[in-house]
């Protein structure tokens, strides 16, 4: 099985990535979409009078701070226009496609946070009234049901949460790593507006001596060196990957053609843990 993440931020054109999934589908592999809408999220809200805000935590990660009005139109764009784009488009190019978020059937459950600590202008603060969360357990029963049925999901955030039964933001690459990792995924493909992990975000994308290619966790290496701003979670989305038990993840363009199996056949950066470092580490 394959998971693949499409990310939602701006520039990103879904049609190359829906065919690549329908060829692979016909061709016999099996994959699971986990898709965002950050972009269209960030509009939408806009456009409703209130605005988006991003946060940074005093570890570092940027993540958008979800009050109950931001997590209303989170959900009506995730699960609503977003999620049944995909769908539509896989229909037409006939995949019998069903989209849900992670709140339907507890796929994606886990703890509520309901405050959160950041750093704004240099001080620590902790804002309060936000609705997010981190996944720790997929339900996959009815994911099971739809795949032994036929069918080919398409998942979302928002996640439930575990005790109060509370829709909740998520980050999403975290969600497809938990997924990639309950099903043993043999690739996690996480695809962007971006040709992998960049050196410098400011040297452009199409240079590639700019891309990191490999990323071997049992090296002595950062996996964190050259991760900045949003990629900082999809690093910490692949390394959870990898740590349980999924064999490489992927971080490649949406923007090629057939930009699932380039990533498979080789483009973007690989993320693993190498077999030697893992048998020496084991053996010792």
């Not at 995909?86 to 339907?104: F, K, T």
């Not at 290496?221 to 064999?247: C, H, L, N, Q, T």
């Amino acid at each position: 099985m394959i998971i693949v993440k499409i990310g939602g931020s701006k520039g990103i054109d879904d049609g190359p990535l829906l065919d690549d999934i329908s060829a692979l589908i016909k061709s016999g592999k099996e994959v699971l979409l986990v898709h965002g809408g950050s972009e269209e999220t960030n509009q939408v809200a806009e456009a409703l009078g209130h605005p988006p805000k991003f946060v940074t935590s005093v570890s570092g990660f940027e993540s958008r701070f979800t009050d109950r009005r931001t997590l209303e139109i989170f959900t009506m764009v995730y699960c609503g226009r977003r999620n049944k784009s995909i769908v539509e488009g896989l229909q037409q190019r006939g995949i019998n496609a069903v989209g849900l978020s992670g709140a339907d059937g507890r796929v994606f459950e886990g703890p509520i946070k309901t405050s959160v600590k950041v750093i704004e202008d240099g001080k620590k603060k902790v804002l309060r009234g936000d609705n997010t969360g981190k996944v720790t357990k997929v339900n996959t029963k009815l994911l099971d049901v739809l795949r032994e049925s036929g069918f080919t999901p398409v998942l979302c955030p928002p996640a439930i949460s575990e005790e109060e039964s509370m829709m909740m933001n998520v980050d999403g690459d975290r969600a497809a790593a938990m997924l990639a990792a309950a099903y043993h995924a043999e690739a996690l493909v996480i695809l962007s507006n971006v040709p992998g992990l960049l050196k410098d975000i400011n040297a452009g994308i199409d240079n590639p001596d700019n891309l990191v290619e490999e990323i071997d966790l049992a090296s002595d290496s950062d996996p964190y060196e050259f991760a900045k701003g949003r990629m900082k979670k999809k690093i910490m989305g692949a390394i959870e990957a990898v740590d349980s038990g999924v064999e490489r993840v992927i971080l490649a363009s949406a923007n090629v053609q057939q930009p699932i199996s380039s990533a498979l056949g080789g483009s973007g950066t690989h993320i693993h843990r190498s077999a030697a470092s893992a048998a020496v580490s084991n053996a010792g």
